[in-house]
């Protein structure tokens, strides 16, 4: 019976609930009402003092790049090389974290400033800001954890769950997954024009190619620039500057890659079946995306370097929430879960890491992983 | 290679390192008022006219074009951390020596903007800015009669004409509740000292409304004499009613600073298509009001129907324009204001 299926997981996932009682409809309800009221407080409280906050993240942040940059030029100074690599790591990481992730949320739209908007921002990654709000914001956040909707799971490449069936490439993934992070920014663009959903036959070739041809003019510049343009104004610096910037936007990939595998796939996170999807209500919503999502703990430097995807599961209740609320809710979403006896996955990075990169490993072999599938 | 062309090489390379922004991006932190950038002002002081009324002076971007005296300009400010934009009549003369524009503003009850003007903007503060526009000018040959009606904060568009022309033979005719309400008062009397004016000062509170049909009363030779209205939609009403009575409508120029609302119906779900935003909205809220209040970024302009610079798509459904009522269905193709129409029932905008 389709309802049923996910109902198991919602089981499954209710095991490590804290109270022996399973929650009444009548309880998700009433969590769902709860989350809307914390939500509706943050929207009227939105003012000058976000605005401010994130037009100072934007200035420090381009200060940063500006600055690294131009150390670089005379990169070939270690000194140097190391100063203006570590402010161009941080400027990238901050760009596509805090700003621009966020900014492509939506999260800033309420100001109705062209320059901050969901609809005109383009960010320092190869792939263009539309393909992503497509597949991430669109895909990702709706079917959030629901096998065989939600693409993000494994990224379409890995197995991160054991409801996943078995494929014997997924032996090598321990070694692509380090490639992944190392390449992240391209690993994400390739997914964006989602080939593997034309190998699958779901869409065509040509529109998957036209779709391509897009991106890599994005992607184009984004080379140019970094490997090309800045080198050569550097002059005798040219070499340096070129592994400079690599080296930056390596550091930069690997940091989102093991921030982004730390919200979703540490344990702690269920995924569901498609049939979950039907009739949800606004109250399950929010208890997928809370049961999907695991937060690291840190402090206040640390959240911002991560875009506050460190409060994954604030971020995905709330999508569009300015980012710089999340620190301030969360003690309330953590209390409100204590209140209903749900699990609120959070922990170091350093564990957080651990336990994706064991599941990387242990399903990398087939099998239930130690835990049963959902059917 | 000529300095232009070479320039735009220069530029081009800026962008290609730059990208994914634009040079503007960068130099916009340290120097939003720069030639090339958008245009922007930079409020430099707040003087108060009257308890509720403010003068503010701006110095306008490099990119800043001029005005004609009786021109509005448009602003964009940031109030709660949210750019809104309102139109303002330039109440400085056009050959202002410091190249400084002021406009002038009365705070009406919970008005966002006018509020946040009046009490709250700070000298050093940027805000956004627009080309002066508007038709309510006077003409190139000077007319040799002229009669100003105006009301209230209406008095701001022929202050700026008062400032920057001599004219020969000049009557206004301004109402306000009280003596403290008038706007620019020292200023009239001076020009009536200076003999260039002839002033008529109504305290509405005392003496009553102006009844416009017994003009003629403080005004013998009104009907010979160019008009230049401009106050409330009541008074502004009336006097086209009467002028085209006497039919001389042509002589009559009004500025209308809000459009006449007549109806407002049921409003529906609108669906901002382009942001995929969906918003509830009543029937008598601009859709411009509803889509901005959503976080969509929506053209606009006068915000009163006459510029059209804030027609929108509409995709699917229907809408009503505020000031007749009428209905407009979505058909491909069809554009509406948005500032004067509201939704009517379920409708969907390209935006
Ligand atoms: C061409 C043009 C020139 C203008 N020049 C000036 C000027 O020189 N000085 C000036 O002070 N204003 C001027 N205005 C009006 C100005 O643009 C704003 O409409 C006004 O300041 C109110 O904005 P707000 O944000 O404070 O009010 P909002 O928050 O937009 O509105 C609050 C409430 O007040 C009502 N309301 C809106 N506008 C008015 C109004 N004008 N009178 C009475 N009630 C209103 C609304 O329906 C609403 O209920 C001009 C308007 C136009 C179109
Ligand atoms: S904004 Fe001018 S017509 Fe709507």
């Known amino acids: 019976m389709p309802a049923a299926a996910g109902a198991v997981e919602i089981d499954l996932w209710e095991q490590r609930m804290t109270t022996t009682e399973r929650l009444t409809e009548c309880d998700i309800d009433d969590f769902g009402r709860e989350l809307d009221r914390i939500r509706d407080e943050v929207t009227a409280a939105r003012g000058e003092n976000d605005a401010r906050y994130i037009r100072r993240v934007i200035a420090v942040q381009r200060g940063l790049e500006a600055g690294g940059r131009a150390l670089l030029f005379v990169s070939v100074l270690p000194p140097a090389w190391l100063v203006g690599t570590a402010a161009l790591a941080t400027a990238k990481i901050l760009e596509n974290m805090e700003i621009g992730h966020n900014v492509l949320h939506g999260q800033w739209d309420w100001m109705c400033d062209p320059k901050i908007h969901s609809t005109t921002w383009e960010w320092d990654f190869a792939t263009p800001a539309k393909a992503w709000q497509h597949s991430h914001n669109f895909v990702h956040h709706t079917y959030t954890n629901v096998l065989g909707k939600d693409r993000d799971i494994g990224y379409s490449a890995l197995r991160i769950h054991p409801e996943q069936p078995w494929h014997p490439v997924y032996l090598a993934q321990p070694f692509y997954n380090v490639a992944l992070a190392m390449f992240f920014e391209w690993g994400i663009t390739i997914y964006d024009v989602e080939l593997e959903r034309a190998w699958r036959g779901e869409k065509s070739w040509r529109e998957a190619l036209t779709e391509l041809r897009g991106v890599l003019g994005k992607a184009g510049r984004q080379v140019i620039k970094d490997y090309v343009a800045f080198p050569l104004l550097s002059g005798p610096s040219f070499l340096t500057t070129l592994l400079a910037n690599l080296t930056a936007n390596t550091i930069r990939n690997v940091w989102t890659h093991t921030i982004i595998f730390c919200g979703h796939f540490p344990d702690g996170t269920v995924v569901f079946t498609e049939d979950q999807l039907d009739g949800e209500s606004r109250g399950e919503w929010y208890l997928r995306q809370l049961a999907g999502s695991a937060n690291i703990d840190g402090g206040a430097l640390f959240h911002l370097m991560t875009g506050n995807l460190s409060h994954q599961i604030e971020h995905h209740l709330f999508p569009d929430l300015p980012s710089n609320r999340y620190a301030e809710i969360a003690p309330r979403v953590r209390a409100l879960c204590e209140r209903f006896g749900l699990p609120y996955a959070t922990g170091p990075l350093l564990q957080q890491t651990a336990s994706v990169w064991k599941r990387v490993l242990r399903l990398a072999l087939p099998g239930q992983g130690g835990h049963q599938a959902a059917q | 290679m000529t300095s232009t062309a070479l320039r735009s090489r220069a530029w081009q390379l800026l962008e290609m390192v730059t990208t994914p922004l634009l040079p503007s991006d960068y130099l916009d932190l340290f120097s939003p008022l720069r030639a090339g950038a958008d245009l922007r002002g930079r409020i430099e002081a707040v003087h108060a006219e009257t308890p509720d009324a403010a003068t503010i002076v701006i110095r306008p971007g490099k990119g800043w074009r001029g005005h004609v005296a009786g021109q509005y300009v448009r602003i964009g400010v940031d109030v709660d951390g949210v750019r809104l934009w309102r139109a303002y009549s330039v109440t400085s003369p056009t050959n202002r020596q410091d190249g400084r524009i002021t406009i002038t503003v009365k705070a009406i009850p919970d008005g966002k903007v006018s509020n946040h003007l009046v009490r709250h903007a700070k000298p050093g503060t940027v805000i956004q800015l627009d080309q002066a526009t508007g038709e309510f000018v006077l003409p190139k040959t000077k007319p040799a009669k002229v009669l100003y009606l105006t009301a209230g904060s209406g008095i701001t568009p022929v202050m700026g004409m008062l400032r920057d022309a001599q004219l020969e033979d000049v009557v206004m005719v301004h109402s306000a509740p009280r003596k403290q309400d008038v706007i620019f008062r020292n200023d009239l009397h001076d020009l009536v000292a200076d003999k260039s004016l002839r ?37 502004l009403d009336a006097a086209e009613a009467h002028w085209a009575a006497n039919g001389i409508a042509e002589r009559l120029h009004t500025e209308r600073f809000r459009p006449t609302i007549v109806v407002a119906g049921d409003g529906g ?83």
């Not at chain 2, 230049?228 to 939609?233: L, N, R």
């Not at chain 2, 007749?324 to 554009?335: C, K, Q, R, S």
């Open chain 2, 269 to 351: 779900e609108v669906t901002f298509g382009t942001t995929g935003k969906t918003v509830d909205a009543d029937g008598a809220t601009p859709l411009l009001d509803v889509g901005e209040a959503a976080g969509v970024l929506m053209p606009s302009g006068c915000r009163m129907g006459i510029c059209f610079g804030c027609s929108t798509p509409l995709k699917a459904g229907a809408v009503r324009d505020l000031r007749t009522g009428e209905i407009t269905e979505a058909e491909p193709g069809v554009l509406v204001q948005t500032c004067v129409s509201a939704a009517a029932g379920p409708c969907e905008l390209e935006r």
């Open chain 2, 199 to 235: 002033l008529v000062e109504l305290h509405t509170d005392t003496d009553g409304m102006l009844d416009v049909a017994r003009l003629h009363e403080l005004v013998p030779d009104w009907a010979e004499r160019e008009t230049w209205a401009c106050g409330p939609t009541g008074m």
